[in-house]
Structure formats: structure tokens, C-alpha cells
């Protein structure tokens, strides 16, 4: 699409360079900003270009740069990813849960996916499910961490202040050496995801689901053990934010999660 309100594009090379003026926007893969008009907006600032490194490992974990290509993440966690960080077992499907051809995958970004804050956002999904965390720049050259889970407030609203970057997504190596799974359903083939049900069980015995795309925001579900099938119907029934709209009603969203978090409450248990 032609953005006809645009007369100025940065490329940022410092963190010097994200200072906003009046009308501009930072802009990783683009996706989304080139899919429909921005009126308001009047200049872009590129991110790709202050080259940070897509992944990085350590004892802490998994860090994934905002700019990392949600194809680079699929590729990585399916043929480089240490062997003992299982849940990264799930990031191919939560990448399959985006609504997106392949072309996509290729330049959409996990940072701009998360920046979005879409309800159906599958990397929101993945991130929700396995704790991650959000590592911010702010404006005033400070920097701040918060939950994504937190982080996204509504189905296209979050609590990033202006000025505000994603610089990148912390998932700690307890999660990622979960056993975790992953489901989605959408009322067309190949359709937006109406509900994406995360659902995994930590080293501890703890477990924990994740609920995205049939609430306004990312839902997640705590339990001490893997919870009776009685017991996370009724945490599942009652959350709240199930909502209607062309693509699916309040009481599907909530009655397809019902049934996706209890295949995988099922599987898990079934995988101990």
C-alpha cells in the first residue's frame, strides 16, 4: 500500500536516533504499518538497522531481539535450540497460529508481533505461554521490564508509553525446559485464530495455561500441580475478556478454550 502521508524515513544507528519527532514511528519488519493508511503518520524510523543480534543464549536463558524475523526464530528453535530447552518444541505452531503467509514470516518481527498487541498476536501467544518478559527502552534513555502477559492490555492496546521501544523478549530456561504444548482454533481453515491455548508443566510440578486470541488480553492460569480436568474447566470458564466479533462469539471463544486446554491438560499428563 502506498502511505501518501509519509515524507521522511530514518534509518537509526544509535539509540540517539529513536527521539521521535512530532509524526514519526519506529518500524522493524513493516507489516503491519504497510498494510493499511496511517494518516498520522508523516516519517518512518527504521530499527533494522541498529543491528542487534537476533538471539542470544545464556544461563538466564533465551533473549530474542524485538528485530529478529519470526522465521529466523522458527528456524532456530527447530534446528539449533538447545536439546534440553524442550518447550521451544511449541514455537512452530504458535509461528503457524499467525495469520500470514511464509513471505510474511520473513521480514514481521517477534518485537513488532508483540508491539501490535493484536489479541490473536502469536507471538504474544508464545511469549504469554512461557513467561517472557519484556525488555523496553524508554524515552528518557532508561529501560524497563515487564510481563508480556501485562505488557498487552486489549486487542491492539498495551502499556508502551510513547517513545517507548521493545527492545527485546527475555523466556527464562525454567520455562524453556518445560514440557509444553500449543493449540489453536480459527471457524475458517484458514481463518484468524479465534482462541491459541498454551499449557505447559514446569520442572517443579507446576503448570501453567495460557489463554490468547478469545480474550481481549493474554490470560494465564496458575496451578501448584497439574490441575484435575474439573478444576481448570472452571478456572478456564470463568476468566474474563471473552469477546464477540465477525470472527467468532464470546461463548465459542470460551467454549473452543475449554476444549483445547483440556487436550492439552491430557497430553501432558499423559507425557509424565
Known sequence: MDITSVTGF???RTRDDLRLAPGEVVMAGGTWLMSE???????????MTLGWPDLETDDAGLRIGATCTIERLRQWAEAEAPAEWTAL???????NALLASFKIWKTATVGGNIARSFAAGSMVALAAGLDGIAEVWTPDGGERA??????????????????????????????L????RIRKIALAELGRSGAVVTGRVDEDGAAVFGITAATWAPTVLRFDALPRPVELADAVGAASGYYTDPLGSA?????VS??????IRAQLEEAA
Open 10 to 12: 530514518r534509518a537509526a
Open 37 to 47: 493508511p496511517q494518516p498520522d503518520t508523516t516519517g518512518f524510523v527504521d530499527l
Open 89 to 95: 518444541s511449541i514455537v512452530p505452531d504458535a509461528v
Open 146 to 175: 515487564q510481563p508480556v502477559a501485562e505488557l498487552v492490555t486489549g486487542n491492539g492496546t498495551n502499556t508502551l508509553a510513547p517513545g517507548e521501544v521493545i527492545r527485546a523478549i527475555r523466556l527464562p530456561a525454567r520455562t
Open 177 to 180: 525446559r518445560s514440557r509444553a
Open 251 to 255: 461463548d465459542w471463544r470460551r467454549g
Open 258 to 263: 475449554l476444549v483445547l486446554a483440556e487436550r
